[in-house]
């Protein structure tokens, strides 16, 4: 049998993915070693095999077919733009996307003022500002620590993820306007999604299940 090919986000979305992956019977032990420096575990019994990679790797290794799914946070998706499936809503990694600045930034954001807005989505950024407000402004892209552009002056606001909220709170920022919520999504390659199809269909229907018991 061939392995079903899995594409995770390293992190917190890995570990909950196979928590819940563990509720459908799926485990691998040695994924839980907290030392390990491994990048691919197998498990032979249900044919199937889990990589972790960059978050806005996951849409490319599944676009490309490296990966048969993946699991991904929607901000990504948005992002990336690839050709994918994007087919269960994992309902955890739960956090908005919003324009966020110090409180005098919001008299900026009526349409008309030119500002900057710096930001780790570019294009979601670019989207909103175009299509949404219909306004011109200029996108700085950024890497992480995003909250810093608006303190040393670099950007008026940021198009940002939120989850907790505590570190605009904690650097004197606040939510301006939501761009959209957000969650972890399983994607599918097109193709395995044919080839494949009985496969996915139960491992999907089988998650989507443990989701909600
Ligand atoms: C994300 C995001 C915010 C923060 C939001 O950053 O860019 O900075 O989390 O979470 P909160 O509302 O719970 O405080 P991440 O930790 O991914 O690091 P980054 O700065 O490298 O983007």
Same mark, same amino acid.
């Given at each position: ?69 993946? %699991?991904?946070?929607?901000? !990504?998706?948005? $992002?990336e =733009?690839? #050709?994918?499936? &994007? ?11 919003c ?62 993820? %939120?989850?907790?909220?505590? !570190?605009?709170? $904690?650097? =004197?920022? #606040?939510?301006? &306007? ?10 599918v ?10 496969r ?14």
């Open positions: 049998m061939r392995y079903l090919t899995v594409a995770l986000t390293k992190g917190r979305l890995a570990k909950q993915t196979m928590n819940l992956m563990e509720q459908i019977g799926i485990s691998c032990e040695e994924m839980r070693d907290p030392n390990t420096r491994k990048l691919i575990f197998v498990n032979e019994t249900y044919g199937l095999k889990f990589f972790l990679a960059k978050g806005p790797d996951v849409p490319t290794y599944v676009e490309y077919g490296a990966a048969d799914l993946g %699991v991904v946070g929607e901000d !990504t998706i948005m $992002e =733009g690839r #050709k994918i499936y &994007e087919v269960l809503d994992l309902g955890f990694g739960k956090c908005r996307m324009v966020a600045g110090p409180e005098e930034a919001a008299r900026l954001l009526n349409g008309q003022e030119q500002i900057r807005v710096a930001t780790k989505y570019p294009k979601i950024a670019r989207d909103y500002f175009n299509d949404t407000k219909n306004q011109t402004v200029e996108i700085i892209k950024l890497n992480g620590s995003i909250e810093l552009a608006p303190i040393v002056g670099l950007a008026e606001v940021i198009v940002d993820i %939120v989850e907790t909220g505590s !570190t605009l709170r $904690e650097n =004197g920022l #606040k939510v301006l &306007e939501e761009v959209c919520p957000l969650s972890a999504r399983v994607v390659n097109p193709v395995s999604m044919r080839m494949e199809n009985e996915i269909t139960k491992l999907l229907s089988d998650m989507n299940a443990a989701l909600h018991t």
